[in-house]
């Protein structure tokens, strides 16, 4: 008999030891029993017979991780300090018995079998091309409408006719129909494309192909990384400021850092894609900086100083655009997406049960919402403390807006366009299609809007409540607010003179910045030295318990155990501890604590401290609720 160490792919466990008549590959997959429920998980090693009873392998699958994955899960639970089973949750192994179909080669009978089409491309493009070519990571940092498409695709085209494996990474809200028609353009179908959104029939068809390298590229959304690649050559990483390449859940990966990462161990290729790059990017790759764009566009700027909601300059801009017959996007912020009710005499805000954030208010179904649990209920009239009648709404919703609009300009189609309407990729396709047939006047939305639509007839964008976003407490609050403003301006003029309306009463900034990112960055970058990424590194960990008291002496418990780390790293810092934002989250009490060290390694050490106490580790953090 031999014995094997199992990881529960997902599960929260420590390997355990299971035996077989069998010899068995590391990473191979099995199918085990725990507890009366059978799980898959992977062999990690033989080791020894153990002084205990144990259970034996039930099945031993026909899958196995890539040494690509190994490498990354291995990765993944050193740095971001997860235990290797959940690590290994995020996986789809490589079944070791599909048919080969067609195997790429770099011969010539290959070539000449797959010929993706050429694009064209004009000098900066082909400079920049080279650019990435002699060096293994680089960062385009382009404008919007520069082309940066063009070279992605020029420098898939290589890898494929080489034989190679290349993943397009993209945010998934970018994983648009018109993207996908771009890809055909090029590549016929002779690609995949991998989000959240595919459904388990056609997810199983892609992968057939893949693993039978009947196709060679995939564009997806971060868990596309975690494919069974075998001879991946390339990685493209398009729109890497985007925040959405970061995992809320534990593990707390950054799908772009791994991609870095993994050009490190092999030989891969890694090229980030940006017209806004995050100042850490820009700090830390080989950067070409790609100007103009394609389309003949001239934008002009107006600012209106008012509070968010429909001013007098935002209907006279809409109803000149309508007036000509073109088109418009609406946006609104995710965070200032939905409005609270609030007590016009105490002002007290109707608060989750669970979590101590307000409830977002959806007037069509009269229902209260939590944006954090989940909690729903019916709005009430009455102040729960001062019994008050008097409820007012704060901040303005798609919902309302969307409805006021139609109300001032009841002759457009004016729809909404956000994750509570958009729900299925059906509907993101329906609408989209709908809007360039030119059946829509107006988009009213969230960041959905900032991504991945390139219409010609819009020619004005509104950009509203953004002072909200510039104003969180966050180091890269003027960075994420200053990109997502940029991004919902280029969806205007993108043939002709494009107005975008930038309602702020932080007027010097936007006047400043939106139409020149070299300054701020140079700026920004000025302002984080030295305690700030990319200067330095930052970890958060977050306590929570049901009781207020256990939560606090956890943290006390782990302050102390931190504060003896530091008396040996001299170069760890706590930079705070306390309640967290959020301080409610699901009815647990939640407490943080921050650190930070120029070098990774003394944060690792704290994060595992950290750990062992049951805090949640995040390793370069994005969210600070």
């Not at 355990?16 to 590391?26: E, G, Q, R, V």
């Not at 000025?526 to 306590?543: C, G």
């Amino acid at each position: 008999m031999l014995y094997y160490q199992i990881l529960p792919g997902g599960l929260n466990l420590k390997p355990l030891t299971y035996c077989s008549d069998f010899k068995i590959p590391n990473f191979t997959q099995v199918l085990i029993n725990i507890k009366n429920k059978k799980t898959i998980g992977y062999v990690l090693q033989s080791v020894a017979e153990p002084n205990f009873k144990t259970l034996e392998i039930l099945e031993i699958l026909p899958a196995t991780l890539t040494p690509i994955q190994i490498s990354l899960l291995k990765f993944i639970s050193h740095y971001y300090v997860v235990n290797l089973s959940v690590t290994a949750g995020l996986f789809t192994p490589l079944e070791t018995e599909v048919p080969c179909l067609r195997k790429m080669s770099t011969d010539q009978s290959a070539t000449t079998e797959f010929s993706p089409k050429i694009p064209n491309l004009n000098p900066a493009q082909q400079e920049a091309l080279n650019f990435t070519k002699s060096r293994k990571t680089s960062l385009i940092f382009g404008d919007t409408g520069s082309g940066k498409s063009e070279i992605y695709f020029s420098l898939i085209r290589e890898y494929l006719l080489a034989g190679r494996q290349v993943l397009l990474l993209m945010p998934e809200i970018s994983l648009t129909p018109q993207m996908t028609k771009r890809l055909k353009s090029y590549f016929g179908e002779s690609f995949g494309v991998w989000h959240s959104k595919i459904t388990p029939k056609k997810r199983g068809e892609i992968l057939q192909k893949f693993q039978s390298r009947e196709i060679n590229l995939i564009a997806g959304a971060r868990s596309a990384l975690f494919l069974p690649f075998s001879e991946l050559g390339l990685i493209i990483v398009d729109e890497e400021h985007d925040d959405s390449y970061k995992s809320a859940q534990n593990p707390h990966y950054n799908a772009r850092d791994l991609a870095i990462f993994l050009a490190s161990k092999f030989d891969v290729k890694v090229v980030l894609g940006s017209a806004t790059p995050s100042v850490t990017s820009f700090a830390k790759q080989p950067h070409f900086r790609l100007r103009g764009t394609f389309f003949k566009s001239e934008k002009k700027f107006i600012y209106d100083e008012s509070e968010t909601g429909l001013s007098s300059a935002v209907l006279g801009e809409l109803a000149a655009s309508f007036a000509g017959g073109k088109q418009a996007v609406v946006f609104l912020p995710t965070r200032a997406n939905f409005r609270y009710l609030s007590c016009r005499e105490c002002g007290s805000t109707i608060k989750c049960p669970f979590c101590s954030v307000g409830m977002s208010f959806y007037k069509k179904r009269n229902l209260l919402k939590c944006q954090y649990c989940g909690f729903t209920a019916a709005a009430t009239c009455s102040c729960e403390k001062c019994g008050s009648q008097m409820i007012e709404a704060k901040k303005i919703g798609t919902d309302e807006l969307t409805e006021a609009l139609r109300s001032a300009f009841p002759a457009a189609r004016i729809e909404k366009f956000d994750r509570d309407e958009i729900t299925t990729q059906n509907k993101l396709e329906k609408t989209l299609k709908a809007f360039n047939a030119g059946e829509i006047d107006a988009l009213v939305g969230t960041q959905m809007l900032s991504k991945g639509h390139d219409y010609h007839n819009v020619d004005l964008a509104v950009i509203m409540g953004v002072d909200d976003l510039l104003s969180f407490p966050d180091f890269r609050a003027r960075e994420r607010t200053l990109a997502l403003a940029m991004q919902v301006a280029g969806r205007a003029g993108r043939a002709g003179l494009g107005r975008v309306v930038v309602q702020s009463r932080q007027r010097e900034f936007f006047e400043n910045f939106i139409e020149d990112y070299d300054a701020f960055l140079e700026e920004e970058t000025l302002a984080r030295e030295p305690i700030y990424p990319p200067f330095a590194r930052l970890l958060r960990v977050v306590v929570s318990e049901k009781s207020e008291q256990a939560a606090k002496q956890r943290l006390e418990i782990c302050v102390s155990e931190l504060e003896n780390l530091r008396a040996v790293e001299s170069s760890l810092e706590i930079a705070g501890y306390g309640k967290c934002g959020v301080e409610i989250l699901g009815g647990k009490f939640r407490f943080e604590i921050l650190l930070r060290c120029a070098s990774h390694a003394p944060l690792i050490k704290a994060a595992r401290i950290c750990a062992a106490h049951g805090f949640d580790v995040d390793m370069d953090p994005i969210n600070f609720s």
